[in-house]
């Protein structure tokens, strides 16, 4: 059977990352494109790589018929995402993409994002879209929330260990650092190739980037009592990729043991052998996550190190792995493309 | 069916985008991977990118059994490639990557390449591995010579044009640009990062390059005349894709006509917009040729500008292309997937 | 004697450039720095690498006292520059970096930019920036104009060929390799890192860009009747510097003989060994042109190559020569710094 | 007046970088450059950058007349250069560049690099080279051992919080990122550009990179008491900077105020604004070094970052500051110059 796919915000990066997904899926057809400033355009012309494709041309979204399309992605800017979902059609299959539907606690989302939250019944209704953690409600679900791309990343290399208590929760420091295409295609002054080639810096710093809204959420939930983690991430001068640095206090064998057992049977989770140190080199292009741990040289302290491609795992292959769960395809069906080296 | 595939070379960067592609494909099977440095080792550990693969461990050559292999690739130096295909066995079809089977006059072989051939019985035997001009041969071929990537993405540039009479033949200039993986995975000061990248300079000016070799084999034999171009390579700071910007002699809608015409039905080469300009962006990873057609402000002048993923359809997708012919197989089966953007 | 500069136009990269450069003069001191949009705002801010000078704060232009200021730095874009120049004082140095001035016939400046001159005055009173060969009339010059980044480059790699009569005016391509910050602090798409980093492409192909308007008013200045080149310029993923391969008819030796003669005392322009190649590796930061030539295997043809800085030598560095020329410094003063590499 | 200037191992980036600064120096004439394995060769051929310089030819060392040489800069391999500097002449100013004169503790030494120290006598007479903190001590060395480029890096954000007791000393985590000129000019396939472009990873991963040695010495020296930190360097696509992010226990705005009260005198160290974060961009080519200070959400807690550019603060801008200090000339000399941005 082959479900009809709708991607709202398809000119921006992770809605022509969907196009590009979906284009190796033997069980989807895209039937509808929006993009509201590029609407009438077609395809061809706001991506020419996808120019090989049939593809509807970008419209509204009020043009779309969406009484049989089997399963809509939502790529849109946060807050506009919350405002367009509150009007779908209540029994559409929707996996979001923005940072709207991912905080449970309206409050947290306030205080997050700085408005309150427009759409609170859907925000209810929402899974959260990790899905090696929350597979079964993915399955079940009518709205999933893809993760932010940071988030995935950190989640992957600390979620195993708060669950199995194996380090201190109070000394997790986060060191991220991520490439270009996580700021999507907004037109800013540091973002241009004169300005971010050759160089790199923090930003963010002291515990102020959204994504730390999610760590909260989800590690407290997982130990049972409030988790605050050190998080700083960094822009390096590349397109893709994700590495983060973990510093936590437990003992590095025990955490290696618990990583294997946990991902034992993932599809997407690499855990390289003990000592071993991940790259965003080997996953560009993937769905794969790549795990490391080392143990430092002072005794009691452990680094983790998780990479993965924000563009794919760490959003547009991520919220392709839940619509396959929620349509009841294959969860790995379009998405075991291998890297792309050099 | 599936067929057994085995791939000679596997450490290089052709022989790791062979993997990567036919991991993609649903009738192929790797059943050997050769690298007589690296033998021994596991795929895992040279190429990290693809650890997610059940894979053969790296072997010497003299340890593979050819008696159930489908088919094998060769991604081996030049001049150790003749010497390898020629001890391989007589019927076993192979698709070579090297430059050792693409000219057809052992003189002009020993004039590029400065050595005499030492395979001469299979240099005979040898089609020439364009997949769009030579497809029929390369059907009933047991040894396809896979191109140069420059020749490829000149001669897609240039073909049509020569065969409809519709350019000058004597002035015909190539400047090409080039990233640099087309340099293979050897250890030289320029190709370090420090040294190429935020930097680009032309090499084998003067018309020295090697790939003139197929450039007037090719050329001279469809024209029936010589045929003799300017061919100025250059190395830019990139890691896939090459630029060829062809300056040519003849109408310019005559041209965007006859590519028109000629590649209506190629299902990996695309002919823009009359006017528009490709881009080695919007084809990187794929086997897609982007090509472009532009007159010239002087009048009778025209430029023609063909962009392709070296590795890709300048290399290994081609080689697949071949492969698939070869062996029965729908000649676009694991070669679809879209460009990867950004 | 300390010469007193103001730099309008100071928040683009080209400003920023001169004030690199001035930083390392003995004899000019910055007095004023105009950015309207950000007026108010320190230099610290807007450019962060400049933190450690005394500078004085970005200002309006109609905020400063140009009573004392020896010369004036005008690095504003296109069009506002003309409006500019015509209401500074009429004794006042300037060096103009826009293209309002290149032009001399006010016909060509229209057909290329589009619009009506607004300056003619002093349009006729402007002397063009390109100190090797206007050197004497710099000298002596209230208002220069300084040339397009592109434009220089290919004079320097043409002039003198044309001068002595040793190529065939009619048979002149020019395919020219540029990083992007030639292309301004603009916020565009195709100059984010992550549409230009690891691709390229030509761009106003066809004879369509706008330093056309120059290579026509010099080469046909110098030759004596009308020349016409072929120019196609491509967008190289790093941020500074140009090549320009230059494919003339000619004999080679005669061309490197001319070019050795044309610039033996010149401080600036290197001519490599005959048959050797330059690079924008080798030019970067710096204020030097490297020059190459070598003869292609047909016969009568050569390949001309050079190499420059677009924000140095192409711009900024150009504008520092002439202002030396203007204030009866040293031309060299503050210019002799060697390139970075890597 | 002018000092005479060698510079062994002037076929390496960091000979090269001295170089190029040195040609910008008033008071320095280059009077020997040594290359082994490029004995003959002119630097030109050896850095075509460098080719507009009046440059003495490679030569061997034992070419080299020390008799009238006012100061020697060595630029060799670690463990070569011991062997080198112990046969100099006794009363030679030497500053090196190498690692081997860096630990005062022979057991150290070979801890961290494996052999047995080659130079006793050198090594107990070397002063350590980080200029703002021995500046008594380097005026009248007559050995001078330049730090690692990551422990200056270190040292930097570091030195004023130990000596002033404001951070706790056993929760010191330092996570750097590092371009790959530090890496030098050795061909590994890791530091190629199609390797290192577009992607990144950890390295030396745990504790166990050799500058390591540098800060344990410094840190527990200052401290009067053993003090280890934690340490992880990341290999960056970019090929100069060095960024660290130092996660401290203590108060902000006391740490922020001790290095604004450490540093004011400092012609070469910039605090930031509080809660401002460097970038390597705003380094670049330069001796600068940023230091920016920011409160993290979790009370207590602060972030330190520093950038410099490693082949100039980090190595041969750092010797020659230490070099002009050992001459008697102004520490800054041959050093304002401004970074290049972009």
Chains 1, 2, 3, 4 share one sequence.
Not at 93 to 111: C, E, I
Not at 156 to 176: H, K, Q
Not at 278 to 299: K, L, M, Q, Y
Request: proline share 4%.
């Amino acid at each position: 059977m082959t479900h009809k796919i709708a991607i709202l915000g398809a000119s921006g990066y992770t809605g022509a990352e969907l196009v590009r997904l979906i284009s190796g899926h033997p069980n989807m057809d895209i039937v509808a494109l929006s993009g509201e400033r590029k609407a009438g355009m077609r395809m061809a012309d706001v991506f020419p790589h996808l120019r090989h494709m049939q593809l509807p041309d970008l419209c509204r979204i009020d043009e779309i018929d969406f009484s049989d399309v089997g399963l809509c992605f939502c790529a849109l800017p946060h807050k506009t995402s919350q405002e367009v979902v509150r009007e779908l059609p209540a029994s559409l299959k929707v996996v979001d993409l923005s940072a709207d539907f991912r905080l449970r606690d309206p409050d947290a989302y306030q205080k997050w994002y700085g408005n309150p939250h427009a759409a609170l019944d859907q925000q209810r209704e929402a899974v959260y879209g990790l899905t090696e953690f929350y597979r079964d409600d993915i399955r079940g679900a009518r709205l999933v929330a893809g993760t932010g791309c940071n988030a995935a990343t950190g989640q992957f290399a600390l979620r195993p260990l708060i669950s199995a208590g194996v380090i201190d929760l109070d000394e997790i420091i986060m060191d991220l650092k991520c490439a270009v295409s996580g700021a999507g295609r907004s037109l800013k002054e540091n973002l241009l190739h004169a300005e971010l080639s050759e160089g790199y810096n923090a930003y963010a710093v002291g515990g102020t980037h959204r994504h730390l809204g999610e760590f909260d959420q989800e590690f407290s939930a997982l130990a049972g009592r409030p988790v605050k983690v050190q998080f700083t991430p960094h822009l390096i001068p590349a397109n893709r990729g994700i590495l983060a640095t973990v510093y936590v206090k437990g003992d590095a064998l025990a955490i290696f043991d618990t990583f294997s057992a946990a991902y034992a049977d993932e599809p997407f989770i690499e855990v390289l052998a003990f000592g071993d140190t991940p790259s965003t080199h080997n996953v560009r292009g993937s769905n794969f996550v790549h795990i490391g741990v080392t143990a430092d040289r002072i005794e009691g302290r452990a680094i983790v190190i998780a990479a993965l491609d924000n563009l794919t795992k760490g959003s547009s292959g991520q919220a392709l792995q839940n619509a396959n769960l929620m349509l009841g395809e294959e969860e790995t069906t379009g998405l075991m493309m291998a890297p792309l080296f050099p």
